[in-house]
């Protein structure tokens, strides 16, 4: 699928109209009846316009398969409706419904080889019978899997079978595609060179509407042009995977997407998108994000939290100029970088670092930090938010 040349067109061709490819509207599913029924997804909604990806990124059990399952049919939403390309599929079988999907486990039919598997799909949507072996052929090629059509599942890697599940979500050229997890399940280097395969196939299909789940920030970030973040059934922020990072709406998406240090701070003053907030002993500058629709302005007085990435703070020697001199709890090298905790003197709560190499210090031995100017963005504290930076820097 590396293949950029390949095109497929969708066979449900886009209507000239400005509908959304997916809506989700106010859509909840409970499971079970009664007073054993529980929410796993609630007042859900979404639009993803023809031709965008967007990634359902959240901790597991946050209720991101529940919604896809809603739309592809699997699971029946409580309340609210689904539509596709404007029309409401709420109460529309699976089949009917057109859509192509990816899941984690590939769901092949173990005794049917490669070309019958992807034909499959093709004969239940009524493909006629001369033109199925072209099409196979045509979504192997787009995956690179053109010369393994006789092999069983069996007989190939993960990676590969994964593959053939694309090709199979592909063959009925679908204007909507979910794909569930799919490289969860694969190891480390496959997942990073199937994640530039997926890259590709997004080229390749220009209308195609993806809805992404994952609970990987890392292929969110790779592959989604919106990120809707999800938690305990809701989604709590959706923004471009740009905007989520540089200036996360909330602590819970700064601390799932890319890792924050969350410093409970008071503005002291604010111009503009530029704010002197204080934070324990220190006065640090901060970067206030202008307040979202229905958000009122930063005030002085206000409580905030300064979201501090880890990989922007330097350790240096104590005695450096503008250095806050802060104590080693402990560290960790992960490699490319090690993971530094630092109690810093007038500071309560301590503050991760990431820094290049390894780094090897002393637990209790005495270092300067600096941090970046402006220190940090802002990030608005709930009234009863006990967010503090601890566990959040995650990453
Ligand atoms: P995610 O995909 O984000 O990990 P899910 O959508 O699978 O989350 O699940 C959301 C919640 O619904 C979880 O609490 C999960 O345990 C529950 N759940 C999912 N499927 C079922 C089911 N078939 N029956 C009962 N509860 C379920
Ligand atoms: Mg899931």
Redesign the pocket.
């Known amino acids: 699928m590396s293949d950029g040349d390949v095109q497929m067109k969708s066979a449900t061709t886009v209507a000239a109209t400005s509908e959304p490819a997916i809506v989700f509207d106010r859509v909840g599913v409970s499971?079970?009846r009664g007073r054993k029924a529980?929410v796993?997804?609630a007042d859900f909604t979404l639009r993803v316009a023809v031709g965008e990806t967007v990634a359902?990124l959240?901790?597991?059990?946050?209720?991101?398969?529940?919604?896809?399952?809603a739309l592809a049919g699997f699971?029946r939403p409580t309340t609210g409706s689904v539509r596709l390309a404007g029309r409401d599929v709420t109460d529309l079988s699976p089949a009917k419904r057109g859509i192509g999907v990816v899941v984690q486990s590939y769901a092949l039919f173990p005794h049917m080889n490669v070309h019958s598997n992807v034909a499959f799909g093709l004969k239940s949507h009524r493909v006629p019978r001369g033109d199925i072996a072209a099409r196979v052929t045509e979504a192997l090629d787009m995956v690179g899997m053109g010369g393994y059509a006789k092999r069983l599942p069996r007989e190939l890697s993960g990676g590969q079978q994964q593959r053939v599940a694309i090709a199979r979500a592909l063959a009925i050229k679908p204007s909507v595609l979910l794909l569930?997890?799919p490289l969860a399940a694969l190891d480390a280097q496959l997942r990073h060179s199937m994640l530039g395969e997926l890259q590709a196939l997004r080229k390749a299909l220009p209308d195609t509407a993806m809805l992404y789940?994952t609970?990987d920030q890392a292929e969110a970030l790779a592959l989604a042009d919106r990120i809707a973040v999800?938690r305990d059934?809701r989604l709590v922020d959706i923004d471009t995977a740009e905007n989520l990072w540089r200036r996360p709406p909330t602590d819970f998406t700064a601390g799932f997407l890319g890792g924050a240090n969350l410093v409970p701070c008071t503005v002291n003053h604010v111009t503009g998108t530029a704010a002197l907030v204080t934070a324990g002993d220190a006065t640090l500058r901060a970067e206030a994000p202008q307040p979202g629709v229905g958000l009122a302005d930063w005030a002085p007085g206000d409580d905030a939290l300064l979201c501090i990435r880890p990989h922007t703070i330097t350790i240096c020697k104590p005695s450096e100029r503008d250095a806050m001199r802060a104590t080693v709890s402990t560290s960790v090298w992960r490699g490319a970088t090690t993971r530094v905790e630092l109690s810093v003197d007038g500071l309560s709560d301590a503050l991760a670092a990431d820094v290049a190499g390894h780094f090897t210090a002393e637990i209790g031995a005495v270092v300067g930090v600096k941090l970046p100017d402006p220190a940090g963005v802002l990030i608005p504290r709930a009234v009863g938010d006990t967010a503090t930076n601890s566990g959040s820097a995650a990453s």
């Open positions: 499971y079970g529980s796993a997804l359902l959240g901790p597991s059990g946050s209720g991101k398969s529940t919604a896809l399952k699971v569930d997890e789940v609970h999800m059934s």
